[in-house]
């Protein structure tokens, strides 16, 4: 089974507007960690936002917020006011305890904002 | 300058060629990864290493070898390169913080014709 599934290959949103990128996950691990990272078209993984499986509160970083429903496994980025500058690749990933700090990621979602 | 970085950022090689990556980091983390791309699958761990005397395979480490010849270094070598080792390669560092997130480099775009 995938332990991280992203189902929307790709979305569109209007500029200024807001976009849910929807991940979900699979884990019999009681502490893990939900990550969301960014790939621009230049390549590079720019790290957006972490969940602790702990943590009591959505995590929140500037434009970004996280829409953590444990019981859902379910770990959706909420993009605010989007930016022509959102547009890329957006990869969610899980760090499980034990791991070694190793990341599975899932097959990612490519937005496009626009105008 | 940038804290995690690739060398080569793209090469074109043949099969059966060997091959070496190499990824250089100035962060001071021990922990160092290496993922390859591709179209559609997201990233794959090839492998890891916690430090100099600990490496450890991936997901897909067949094909691969890795050398952590320093804290600082972590390469990852095609013996004899295959068509399908065609990808993005991706070096990742981590170290103690806030999330212990992982810091990626730039990527090697590789090419095996």
């Known amino acids: 089974a995938q332990k991280i599934t992203q189902t929307q290959p790709g979305m569109f949103v209007q500029e200024k507007e807001a976009v849910t990128l929807d991940c979900t996950y699979d884990t019999s691990d009681p502490s893990y960690g939900l990550f969301w990272y960014k790939q621009p078209s230049s390549g590079e993984m720019i790290f957006l936002i972490y969940?602790?499986?702990?943590?009591?509160q959505n995590a929140t970083e500037g434009r970004y917020s996280l829409n953590f429903q444990k019981a859902r496994k379910s770990a959706n980025l909420v993009i605010s006011a989007s930016q022509l500058g959102d547009s890329a690749m957006y990869f969610c990933?899980?760090?499980?305890?034990?791991?070694?700090?190793?990341?599975?990621f899932g097959t990612g979602t490519q937005l496009k904002v626009e105008l | 300058d940038a804290d995690v970085t690739q060398t080569p950022r793209n090469r074109i090689t043949k099969t059966g060629k060997r091959i070496m990556l190499e990824c250089s980091q100035t962060?001071?983390?021990?922990?160092m990864y290496w993922y390859r791309q591709d179209p559609g699958l997201g990233l794959q761990l090839i492998y890891y290493s916690f430090d100099v005397k600990d490496i450890n395979k991936g997901e897909i480490s067949d094909g691969y070898s890795v050398s952590r010849q320093a804290q600082a270094k972590f390469s990852l070598s095609l013996e004899s390169a295959i068509p399908n080792q065609t990808a993005l390669y991706f070096c990742?560092?981590?170290?103690?913080?806030?999330?212990?997130?992982?810091?990626f480099g730039p990527g090697t775009r590789l090419t095996v014709l």
């Open positions: 990742a560092t981590s170290g103690p913080g806030t999330y212990n997130e992982q810091f």
């Open positions: 969940q602790g499986s702990y943590d009591q």
């Open positions: 962060k001071g983390h021990d922990r």
């Open positions: 990933a899980m760090r499980e305890t034990g791991g070694g700090n190793k990341l599975t």
